[in-house]
């Protein structure tokens, strides 16, 4: 492979692996944690507030993490990074099954917290950026349909898991899976540069007698965060971000006294479909179309989205409207790292994209609380889906505003 093109490029392999990677990720991270939240507090009767603050700790580790994690990817490459996440993540999920005392519980998080950072789509993206130019936004977004494979897939095989073996049963089957499938692909299909086999990104073979590459400019994280483009992408994403995961956290409450218990579960379950169809959309679009526009497109759909959940009761709107929502809901996450990959390029896409991620994944962390605290100001969702409607349309204006000049 190393002395000629090969049929498949290589960096689809790489694709694939962290498509496989997002899956479990996205599953025993983003999506598990509803279901341990449930199990812990039916198991050992302990408080909601107790285990949903561990939660918030699982989040937070995430968020702080992923600066040293895009670095480190960016300079030495994914292998270590992806194995200590595969470590964490399982010790974590295992540990969560065996818990008997509240502290524990926050141990737990942490660990999978770590996890969840170095398997998340800070490592995964900064993984894939040295090897693509051309097809960057199609790679990017096929690897995170794993995402939404974890909610489609994954989430129901984990309950089902979990009812037919009990918690700490399957606790400790996920973890051991997690390294298991994750420990190979480290080590046999990831690997960090494309030159490394002799090519170029997207699969172009060297030319003979080719002229010593053009010298690429590396931006240190204080000189791109002193740019309005990464300020106005932070900022926009920061508040999209905190608005889905509030919208996220809340779905249930919100359609269940319309839909009953069973009907939010399956309409959660719809808006994980939705989800992955967009990102299969904008895996086929991506690289062809302006990506601060999609952006903005997304947040426009959020913001009326939003705005009709505010006021619409009946429970076929509340579908409607969910799935409507859903198209954006993966497309938000994928987009973020295809902008910063292509603005400040792939040398400096680890240092710097981390850093994004770190604050963006910081001012997430706020939704939950956001809708709790409207929600029992206003004594109902209509105010705070109106706020974070508001909310996301200053994302949209906020993502235009900082297109870069040509």
Not at 141 to 149: F, P
Not at 158 to 185: D, K, N, Q, S
Not at 222 to 235: D, G
Not at 322 to 333: A, E
Request: net charge positive.
């Amino acid at each position: 492979m190393a002395n000629g093109r090969a049929a498949i490029f290589y960096g689809w392999r790489m694709v694939a692996a962290c498509m496989v990677i997002a899956t479990l990720s996205w599953t025993l991270g983003v999506f598990g944690v509803s279901v341990y939240l449930y199990a812990i507090t039916t198991l050992r009767g302990w408080s909601t507030g107790l285990v949903s603050s561990a939660v918030t700790v699982f989040y937070l580790v995430g968020a702080c993490l992923s600066m040293p994690v895009g670095s480190l990817i960016g300079r030495r490459g994914p292998r270590a990074v992806i194995t200590t996440g595969a470590f964490a993540m399982g010790g974590g999920v295992a540990v969560l099954g065996q818990v008997t005392e509240p502290w524990q519980v926050y141990a737990a998080f942490m660990l999978a917290g770590v996890g969840y950072a170095c398997l998340g789509s800070t490592a995964l993206t900064t993984t894939l950026a040295p090897w693509f130019e051309r097809h960057q936004g199609r790679a990017v977004s096929t690897a995170l349909l794993g995402a939404s494979i974890g909610g489609i897939v994954g989430l129901p095989a984990l309950v089902a898991g979990i009812e037919a073996l009990g918690f700490g049963t399957a606790a400790r089957l996920a973890g051991l899976l997690v390294v298991l499938v994750v420990l190979p692909l480290a080590w046999r299909v990831l690997r960090t540069r494309p030159q490394d086999l002799g090519l170029l990104p997207d699969g172009e073979a060297p030319p003979a007698g080719a002229a010593a590459p053009a010298i690429v400019k590396r931006w240190r994280r204080a000189e791109a965060l002193a740019t309005w483009p990464l300020r106005s992408l932070i900022a926009a994403f920061g508040l999209a971000l905190m608005v889905q995961l509030g919208f996220l956290t809340h779905h249930v409450a919100l359609v269940a006294p319309a839909l009953g218990t069973a009907g939010a579960a399956a309409l959660v379950s719809g808006t994980a479909v939705a989800a992955f169809l967009g990102r299969v959309v904008l895996a086929r679009f991506s690289d062809s179309v302006d990506v601060r526009h999609t952006a903005a497109a997304m947040f426009g759909v959020g913001t009326v989205a939003l705005a009709l959940l505010a006021w619409l009761r009946s429970p076929a709107a509340l579908v409607a409207v969910s799935l409507f929502y859903g198209l954006t809901i993966g497309n938000v996450t994928t987009l973020s790292p295809i902008i910063v990959r292509r603005e400040f390029g792939a040398a400096s896409f680890g240092p710097v994209y981390g850093l994004s991620a770190m604050i963006i994944g910081l001012a997430s962390c706020l939704g939950p609380s956001l809708y709790g605290w409207l929600h029992d100001l206003a004594g109902g969702y209509a105010t705070p889906l109106a706020v974070a409607s508001v909310i996301e349309a200053v994302a949209a204006a906020l993502i235009l505003a900082g297109r870069p000049r040509r």
